[in-house]
C-alpha cells in the first residue's frame, strides 16, 4: 500500500498540472480574444480618425482584423471616401489595405502606427469649382500619427470640367507619402507611368497641404526624371527620350521647367538618327493634362527651333491635339530634309527660314498624314548637290542675263520663298517665288514629301529678252517673237511659262516659249 501511495502521488500532481495549464490557455485566449476585439474597434476608429484628417470626406471601412504576433498588424477591406451622403459614388476606394506597428504605438495617444499599405487604391479629383460637399468639423481628441504611407498600382482619375471631355488617368505604380499629417505639406517619392510614348517617371517632392474645399487648388512640387523612354510606340518617330525637370504650383496650374534629350532621334519615313535636345518651360493642368508650352527650344543637328503653343482635348475626342507656333531662323536645309526624306545626302543646300501654325489632330496614322500646317517657307544660298542638275541651274541664269554661252560657269546660288498649306501628307504652295541670277519665277503647285513628287507651274521672267537666251540663226529667228513675250512687269526681257516636276533628287525643268 505505502508503495502504491508514493506512486500516486506524481501522476495526481501531473494531472492538476495540465488542468491549470489548459485553463491559463483558456484565460489567456479569452483575454486576446477581448483585448482583440477591443483593439479591432480601436483600429477602426483611429483609421477612421487618420484618413478623415488627411482626405475630406465621410469614411466608411468594411472588415477590419488585428493580429498581434509578432508586431501589431491590421489588415481591412473596401475603405472608401466620398464627397456627399446618398448614393454619391466614392471618389477615393481601396479594396484592401494594411498597417504596421508596435503594440505600445496603438495604445499610446495620440496614436502612432508605422506604415499604412493601400493596394489598388483609385482616387478621383474634381476639376476647381466642385466643391467638397462635406462639413469638417475639427476633433478636440488628439488625432493619430502614420509614419509612412504606401500605395501601390494606383489610379489617380482627373474628372473633366467639361461633361464631354474624358477624365484623364494617371498609373501611379508606387507613391510613398512620408510622415504626412494635416495642414502640413507632404514629402512624397512615386514612379507615375504615363500611356503615350510609355514611360515610368520618378517624381519626389512636397504636396499640400491640402485644401479641402478645392482639391485642384492644393499645391505641389518637386521634381522628375524619365529614362529611356521608346518613341518608336508613337506613330511615325524612332528613337528614345529622356528628360529631367522640376515643378511648382497648384494641382491646376503647374509650372514645369525642363529639359529633353534624344541621342537617336529618327522619323519612320526618312530614318537618319540624329541627336535632338530641348530646353522648354510650361503650364500643366494636373486636373485634365492640358499643358500650355510658354517656350520651347529644340536643337537637332546644327538647326535650332523655337516654338510655343498647347497640347490639349477636346469635349468629346479621345486624345489630345497639339498645336504650335514655330519658329525656324537660319536652318540648314539639309538638317529640315533629314526629316522627311530618306536621300542619305541632302538634295538641296542653303539657309532656311520656317514659320507657322503647326496642327496635330488625336488620330491615327502617321505624323505626316495627320499634320496641318499652314505656315511660310525660305531658302537662300540655295544649291543642287547633283552636279547634273545645278548644271541646269547655271545654264538657266547665264541665259536670262543674255550670256548663252557661259552656261558652265561656277555654281550659282538661288532662293526660294512662299507660303504654303499641307494636309493629307502634301504640301500646297500658292505662290512659290524662285530666284537665280537674272531671272525669276512665280509658281504654284504641290510637294509631297512621302514621295519627294514635285508638281509646280507658273512664269520665269528673265532679264534677257528670248532671242537673248540663244546664239547664232536661233537668235536671228527669235527676234521675231520677242514682242511676244515681252515681261510686262519691266517693259524688257521676257516672261515664259515654265513647269517643275521629277522629285528633288531627279528634278525635270521644262521652259517653253511656245506652250502659253
Not at 530634309?337 to 545626302?345: E, F, G, N, Q, T
Amino acid at each position: 500500500m505505502a508503495n502504491m501511495t508514493l506512486i500516486a502521488t506524481p501522476l495526481g500532481s501531473r494531472k492538476k498540472l495540465w488542468i491549470g495549464g489548459l485553463v491559463a490557455v483558456a484565460v489567456i485566449f479569452a483575454v486576446l480574444q477581448i483585448a482583440g476585439a477591443l483593439l479591432t474597434n480601436l483600429a477602426r476608429r483611429s483609421i477612421m480618425q487618420s484618413v478623415q484628417q488627411l482626405v475630406p470626406g465621410t469614411v466608411t471601412l468594411g472588415k477590419v482584423s488585428v493580429s498581434l504576433f509578432p508586431g501589431v498588424h491590421i489588415s481591412g477591406e473596401k475603405l472608401e471616401v466620398r464627397r456627399g451622403e446618398g448614393a454619391l459614388p466614392a471618389f477615393l476606394s481601396v479594396p484592401h489595405y494594411s498597417i504596421d506597428g508596435g503594440l505600445f504605438g496603438v495604445l499610446q495617444r495620440p496614436r502612432h502606427f508605422g506604415t499604412l499599405h493601400l493596394e489598388n487604391l483609385r482616387m478621383e479629383v474634381p476639376p476647381k469649382g466642385e466643391r467638397v460637399h462635406v462639413e469638417f468639423t475639427k476633433s478636440s481628441s488628439p488625432g493619430s500619427r502614420i509614419d509612412t504611407i504606401v500605395a501601390e498600382n494606383a489610379v489617380l482619375e482627373l474628372l473633366p470640367k467639361a461633361p464631354g471631355q474624358q477624365a484623364h488617368d494617371f498609373e501611379i505604380y508606387r507613391i510613398v507619402l512620408h510622415a504626412p499629417q494635416p495642414d502640413r505639406a507632404i514629402r512624397y517619392s512615386a514612379t507615375v507611368r504615363i500611356p503615350m510614348p510609355p514611360s515610368d517617371i520618378e517624381v519626389s517632392g512636397e504636396i499640400g497641404p491640402i485644401h479641402r474645399g478645392e482639391i485642384a487648388s492644393t499645391p505641389v512640387s518637386g521634381s522628375y526624371q524619365m529614362r529611356n523612354s521608346d518613341l518608336a510606340r508613337v506613330k511615325g518617330i524612332l528613337g528614345t527620350l529622356s528628360s529631367d525637370g522640376k515643378f511648382k504650383g497648384d494641382l491646376d496650374r503647374i509650372e514645369v521647367e525642363g529639359t529633353v534629350d534624344s541621342p537617336n532621334f529618327a522619323t519612320k519615313r526618312a530614318g537618319h538618327r540624329m541627336h535632338v535636345t530641348s530646353q522648354f518651360k510650361a503650364q500643366v493642368n494636373g486636373t485634365n493634362g492640358d499643358t500650355k508650352l510658354e517656350s520651347v527650344r529644340a536643337r537637332f543637328l546644327n538647326s535650332l527651333v523655337t516654338a510655343s503653343g498647347e497640347i490639349a482635348g477636346s469635349p468629346g475626342v479621345k486624345g489630345k491635339k497639339i498645336s504650335l507656333d514655330i519658329d525656324v531662323e537660319n536652318a540648314r536645309v539639309a538638317d529640315l530634309l533629314a526629316l522627311v526624306i530618306r536621300s542619305p545626302k541632302s538634295p538641296v543646300t542653303g539657309v532656311a527660314s520656317l514659320r507657322g501654325k503647326f496642327v496635330l489632330p488625336p488620330r491615327r496614322g502617321e505624323i505626316l498624314e495627320r499634320m496641318l500646317c499652314n505656315g511660310s517657307l525660305g531658302i537662300g544660298g540655295g544649291k543642287i548637290t547633283k552636279p547634273a542638275a545645278q548644271a541646269k541651274i547655271n545654264e538657266l541664269s547665264a541665259k536670262a542675263e543674255a550670256e548663252p554661252e557661259e552656261g558652265s560657269r561656277e555654281n550659282v546660288v538661288s532662293s526660294l520663298r512662299g507660303p504654303f498649306t499641307m494636309s493629307g501628307g502634301v504640301a500646297h504652295f500658292s505662290l512659290l517665288a524662285f530666284s537665280v541670277p537674272g531671272a525669276s519665277a512665280e509658281m504654284h503647285g504641290t510637294w509631297t514629301p512621302r514621295s519627294e513628287a514635285m508638281n509646280f507651274s507658273g512664269i520665269l521672267r528673265m532679264d534677257a529678252k528670248l532671242s537673248q537666251t540663244q546664239t547664232g540663226i536661233k537668235a536671228f529667228f527669235l527676234k521675231a517673237v520677242d514682242p511676244f513675250f515681252k515681261n510686262k512687269r519691266t517693259n524688257s526681257g521676257a516672261a515664259i511659262p515654265v513647269k517643275v516636276g521629277g522629285t528633288l533628287q531627279h528634278p525635270e525643268v521644262s521652259v517653253n516659249a511656245f506652250s502659253r
